[in-house]
């Protein structure tokens, strides 16, 4: 197995920038009866998304942006993993692997590259400071293509160890949200040497019918069973991707429109609630590296893998130091559940603020609970 690190830039050609233009610009857009998001994805909003993709966005700084970061390709279990790697200058920093989840990419963290890993010159005490690894997951972006199957969230898990000791990193922290949140809950049940906490965004637990269990719950906790209820009135998306993403994939990597629709499914809400406050030039972001990868199929073969072994959701023991961030306008982990896998939980925070892609629309409190717990275990 080559355990080569080659540098790496992201350089998409002007060619496929334009032909996504020209497909943007050529859309068959559908009839609809109603136009709310009660049955999908508002026409109205899509055609604003779509419209400001090819004409009011600019790829290239985007991309600047991004290779501003040192970037790297490497192969584990014959996949070729792509990350970024950005060292602190702070001689003492812990290494951390942020791991991003569904349909975001590494550029989820851009906010918090710097305050993490360069504090002191963002006014933060530069005693803890991180040296940081972004990988893309496998199948998503320049994480491609897949080798094979099998890519869920324990083998993701067993490979970020491995990329963490090819960086020469013996001691090091993970953490995650959405799909990273189930690697790194399973980073926490393979225990690896070295591995000193994970700090997930949630940990994805549920009622057992015990008797009293549900007189444990915190007023925040109770108050999450709404985004629970929607989130399984209308999760029809995890539903496809987890049962037939092949199929979905035809779609996703031949119209630029329905890529943009699908992601968009997340990312602003159900019911379009975070239509006028996430930023719409971050998402397109993460829209495009998608679409220049041509790996919207493969990134919904994530979601198939991790039903077949519910990795991210068993309820196996971690023992690893675990810190959970819970953010009002997402899932809201409840920790009585939580403890009955994780018997280590350090820390807990019911954030005042902020939703399911917190690095983005919340990077502050994101970055200080990381900072408050790994300062815990240095």
Known sequence: MSTTIRPFRIDIPQAQIDDLK?????????????QDWSRGQATGFIRELAEQWVDG???RPHEAELNRHPQFLTE????????LHVRSPEPHALPLILTHGWPSTVAEFLDVIGPLSNPRAHGLDPAMAFHLVIPSLPGFAFSSPLAGPGWEATH???AWDTLMKRLGYERYGAQGGDGGALVGRELGILNPRGLIGVHLQQIFAFPSGAPGEMEKLSPFERAGFANLERFQKYNGYAEIQSKRPATLGFGLVDSPVAQLAWNAELFFGFEGEAAQTMDRERFLTHVSLYWFTATG????EF????????????ELPNP??????SFPNDFRSVRAFAERSHSNIMQWTEMPHGGH????DAPELLVRDIRRFFAQLQ
């Open 320 to 325: 690893v130091p675990t810190a959970v961030a």
């Open 22 to 34: 020209q497909r943007l610009r050529q859309t068959r857009w559908p009839q609809t009866t109603v």
């Open 156 to 158: 993701t898990a067993a």
């Open 303 to 314: 979601y198939f893998e991790t039903a077949q072994t519910g990795a991210g959701y068993r």
């Open 57 to 59: 966005y600019d790829w």
């Open 297 to 300: 199929g493969q990134a919904a």
């Open 357 to 360: 892609f917190a690095a983005t």
């Open 76 to 83: 584990i279990d014959g996949q070729t993993i792509h990350f």
